[in-house]
Nanobody, 117 residues
Framework: QLQACGGGLVQAGGSLRLSCAASGIIFSINAMMGWYRQAPGKQREVVAAFTSGGSTNYADSVKGRFTVSRANAGNTMYLQMNNLKPEDTAIYYC????????????WGQGTLVTVSS
């Protein structure tokens, strides 16, 4: 129900755009949608997300380099990643938290981003 794509291998300083398509998910008015990542040996962390109020939050490590956006009536989410660094290497997951018909937390399958130095 969440399909993420767009990962790949890129050199430091390069760019990638990730996409996440949601299907079969009903977005409640206070739903949240965002990107997370998990590097080897580390915990999953939030990268960028739309809050329940519609604003966007970014991890300090990606501010000024990454931009999250939505399209297709909110069913598609993008993560534009510029000036990539080796420490951005991780599996990136998209996530939706919605409250219809009850609290549902959806995860995409993950897409691997590898940044070489």
């Amino acid at each position: 129900q969440l399909q993420a794509c767009g990962g790949g291998l890129v050199q430091a300083g390069g760019s990638l755009r990730l996409s996440c398509a949601a299907s079969g998910i009903i977005f409640s008015i206070n739903a949240m949608m965002g990107w997370y990542r998990q590097a080897p040996g580390k915990q999953r962390e939030v990268v960028a997300a739309f809050t329940s109020g519609g604003s966007t939050n970014y991890a300090d490590s990606v501010k000024g380099r990454f931009t999250v956006s939505r399209a297709n009536a909110g069913n598609t989410m993008y993560l534009q990643m510029n000036n990539l660094k080796p420490e951005d290497t991780a599996i990136y997951y998209c996530n939706v938290l919605t409250y219809i018909p009850d609290r549902r937390n959806y995860w995409g399958q993950g897409t691997l981003v590898t940044v070489s130095s």
